[in-house]
């Protein structure tokens, strides 16, 4: 939880917080941090949420997500997760949908398309 004494400039060695946090934090946003760490990062499949869009403006030279929960919902749950480690590996939200429209359960086995998106 970040105290009342955070400053952006203050140099931490751990800062622990909640998501929802991130959406009252904005100082989160102004830090330049080393690593963040996202534990559920299912929290984040949703990319047009707030949390979502809040925890993305959250700038780190190197990101992690750990999730155990399978992506249920469709593809573009996956897509906002990598576009929170590397923006723009699977193109934008719109081109990743497109291109799921293609995908044909024979090409998945074949491992075939993704040259595609690339």
């Known amino acids: 939880m970040i105290s009342k004494n955070f400053s952006a ?5 751990l800062t622990v917080t909640t998501y929802g946090m991130t959406l009252r934090t904005p100082e989160l946003e102004k830090c330049e ?14 990319p047009v949420s707030k949390q979502t869009k809040a925890v993305k403006r959250i700038h780190a030279r ?5 999730t155990g929960t ?18 723009g590996l699977l193109g934008s939200a719109d ?3 497109e291109f799921c429209k293609t995908l044909d359960s024979d090409r998945i ?3 075939e398309g993704w040259e595609e998106l690339f």
């Open 62 to 66: 190197e990101k992690l997500a750990m």
């Open 33 to 46: 941090w080393d690593l963040l760490i996202l534990d559920e990062a299912q929290a984040i499949k949703n």
């Open 109 to 111: 086995i074949r491992n």
């Open 9 to 13: 400039d203050a140099r931490e060695f």
């Open 95 to 97: 081109e990743f949908r």
């Open 70 to 87: 399978p992506i249920e919902n469709g593809l573009t749950n996956l897509w906002s997760l990598f576009d929170f480690l590397n923006k």
